[in-house]
Every structure is written in structure tokens, then in C-alpha cells.
């Protein structure tokens, strides 16, 4: 079965450089979202989108924005990065009537140097 | 953590025995799930128990959940130390429309040695 898609896998980007992690989710869901996990703690919600429109926010920093397109991929966008930035992060995604099923990708680890 | 504290933090037992782990969130939920993270990759789906379940069952996992304690409850019967990994539990709130948010305890550690 197709499961939840991230790319890329491993991120290495230097303090204030931009970062763009992908998120594919699986065919005929239309709610994608996104969570970080820093070493050694709990993932934390970030954002989340239904049917392309933002449906909820978390503990997201201003420098980062989100969407989700048409064909239901999403993206999140990371600007001004920090050392702080770093941590893995998943992507889930779930089909409508059932939001509490959230299949999670393999997560994109950033490392910010 | 947002939701609340999980119990023990780290768990350390011999190949065969049983592994318990707690949880305890903080808001009426819809439903709990448990979730198992091997060393830094993605997080696998255990199971889920609904707000209105009391115990549930899955293999070799029993969970257990009161509402009127916020708390919930994983066994994992007859360890294997293939089952070493973090083990976190999440909860939905009440509320949402679209899409509900997970809300995920600090995780439990657990070591099951050969």
C-alpha cells in the first residue's frame, strides 16, 4: 500500500538559509500535517491543512509557512533558519470522516549548522 | 510535553517478560493512540482506543483507558527485543473540525534485552 511520501530524507543547511521539505500524502487523503521533533522530545504539532486550506496551527514560528496544492502535496517552507531548527520532521496525513487515522511519512531530518 | 507525562521515562527488562507504560493528557479526547519510534525514523501506528473503550487488544498489546483519570495504558505481552524503541502515546481533543491535531506524551524508553 502507498504510505505517506517526505522529501528529502536528510537536510543539511547552514544558519539563515531557507529549507523546503515536501510532503506527498497518501492517494484520496486531503488532510496533510506537519509536526517537529527535536532530540529526544515528543513530535509537536506545527500546521495542518484540509483540503488546501489551513485547518489548524500549532507552535509554528513565524518563519515558517506552509501549503497545501491541488494534487494535495504540501510543502513547508523554513526561512532565517536557527540551530534550534533542527529535528526531524513528519509529515502525516489522513482521509476525511476519519482525521484521527493520520499515517505518518519517514520524517526529513534537518540539521542546521 | 504538551499532553501531560509518560511513565516510566525509560524501561529496561529481560527478553520474555512483560513491558507496562502509562500515559497520562490533560483535555476530553476523542480517541488515544499509541505509537512505537525506532531510533530517530518515522512513528508506527500501534493502536488506537476510542474515548468510550476501556481496553482494547492487538497481538501481543493490551491497552487500557480512563477517562476519568485522563490516563491510558500499554502491555506489551512477552517482550522481544525487537520491540526496544520509544514508545508515545496521542491524543485528539475534543473540538476540532477538520483534521484533528495530535497531542503526543513525552514517550516512554523502552530496552528489552537479549
Known amino acids: 500500500a502507498a504510505g505517506v511520501i517526505q522529501s528529502p530524507r536528510h537536510l543539511i543547511k547552514e544558519k539563515r538559509e531557507t529549507a523546503t521539505l515536501k510532503c506527498y500524502p497518501i492517494?484520496?487523503?486531503?488532510?496533510v500535517y506537519w509536526y517537529q521533533q527535536g532530540p529526544g522530545q515528543d513530535p509537536q504539532f506545527l500546521i495542518s491543512?484540509?483540503?488546501?486550506?489551513?485547518?489548524d496551527k500549532g507552535s509554528i514560528p513565524d518563519r515558517f509557512s506552509a501549503q497545501q496544492f491541488s494534487d494535495y502535496h504540501s510543502e513547508l517552507n523554513m526561512s532565517s533558519l536557527e540551530l534550534g531548527d533542527s529535528a526531524l520532521y513528519f509529515c502525516?496525513?489522513?482521509?476525511?470522516?476519519?482525521?484521527?487515522?493520520?499515517?505518518f511519512g519517514p520524517g526529513t531530518r534537518l540539521t542546521v549548522t | 510535553s504538551q499532553q501531560g507525562e509518560e511513565d516510566p521515562q525509560a524501561l529496561s527488562i529481560q527478553e520474555g517478560e512483560n513491558a507496562t507504560m502509562n500515559c497520562s493528557y490533560k483535555?476530553?479526547?476523542?480517541?488515544l493512540q499509541w505509537y512505537r519510534q525506532n531510533s530517530g525514523r518515522g512513528l508506527v501506528h500501534l493502536i488506537l482506543i476510542r474515548s468510550n473503550e476501556r481496553e482494547k487488544h492487538s497481538g501481543r498489546l493490551r491497552v487500557t483507558l480512563d477517562t476519568s483519570k485522563k490516563s491510558s495504558s500499554l502491555l506489551i505481552t512477552a517482550s522481544r527485543a525487537a520491540d526496544t524503541a520509544s514508545y508515545f502515546c496521542?491524543?485528539?481533543?475534543?473540538?476540532?473540525?477538520?483534521?484533528?491535531?495530535?497531542?503526543f506524551g513525552a514517550g516512554t524508553i523502552l530496552r528489552v534485552k537479549s
Open positions: 491543512f484540509y483540503e488546501k486550506m489551513q485547518s
Open positions: 502525516a496525513s489522513s482521509a476525511g470522516g476519519r482525521p484521527y487515522e493520520q499515517y
Open positions: 492517494p484520496r487523503h486531503d488532510t
Open positions: 483535555t476530553s479526547i476523542n480517541n
Open positions: 496521542a491524543t485528539d481533543e475534543i473540538g476540532s473540525e477538520y483534521g484533528n491535531k495530535l497531542v
